[in-house]
């Protein structure tokens, strides 16, 4: 079964906004397991080691490694998508953009009342809005994904 391009392109401009918050919220949290590694550490420095392993405090450090680990993967892996959404989006018009992200805004029942509100601000007909938008979305998903057959 082929791809639908088209469906995961506008997937991706729906999922923007709350990547780019994802992205501030890792360097936040990140920040906070860095400070909270940190005072482990001196914490663990004060103290002798007993024979026959580890403890609760030790366990906690490991554990904050790993979350540490796995947050900047995953903020890798965000940045990653924010900008290929950002390069496909810069290559469109300002008018195409536009027109794009408000449609990748709405669901599919709004998109009419949508289409009549553009028409009615940019000064063009409802059939000129999904043109564009249709033109503005193949673009996109040329510059995201390398196809040229939708």
């Given at each position: 079964m082929p791809i639908d391009y088209k469906r995961?392109?506008?997937?991706?401009?729906?999922?923007?906004?709350?990547?780019?918050?994802?992205?501030?919220?890792?360097?936040?949290?990140?920040?906070?397991l860095n400070a909270r590694t940190e005072g482990?550490?001196?914490?663990?420095?004060?103290?002798?080691?007993?024979?026959?392993?580890?403890?609760?405090?030790?366990?906690?450090?490991?554990?904050?490694?790993?979350?540490?680990?796995?947050?900047?993967?995953?903020?890798?892996?965000?940045?990653?998508?924010?900008?290929?959404?950002?390069?496909?989006?810069?290559?469109?018009?300002?008018?195409?953009?536009?027109?794009?992200?408000?449609?990748?805004?709405?669901?599919?029942?709004?998109?009419?009342?949508?289409?009549d509100r553009l028409s009615g601000e940019m000064?063009?007909?409802?059939?000129?809005?999904?043109?564009?938008?249709?033109?503005?979305?193949?673009?996109?998903?040329?510059?995201?994904?390398?196809?040229?057959?939708?």
């Amino acid at each position: 079964m082929p791809i639908d391009y088209k469906r995961v392109a506008m997937d991706d401009l729906r999922a923007y906004p709350a990547l780019k918050a994802a992205m501030e919220n890792i360097r936040d949290k990140l920040a906070a397991l860095n400070a909270r590694t940190e005072g482990l550490s001196a914490q663990a420095a004060d103290r002798v080691q007993v024979q026959g392993g580890g403890n609760q405090q030790e366990q906690r450090m490991l554990d904050m490694i790993v979350e540490r680990e796995r947050l900047k993967l995953n903020y890798q892996a965000d940045k990653k998508c924010v900008g290929i959404i950002e390069r496909g989006l810069s290559a469109l018009s300002e008018e195409e953009r536009r027109i794009l992200t408000e449609f990748a805004r709405v669901n599919r029942g709004g998109e009419k009342y949508l289409a009549d509100r553009l028409s009615g601000e940019m000064g063009m007909d409802r059939s000129t809005v999904y043109r564009i938008r249709n033109d503005a979305l193949r673009h996109y998903t040329l510059c995201c994904y390398g196809l040229t057959e939708l």
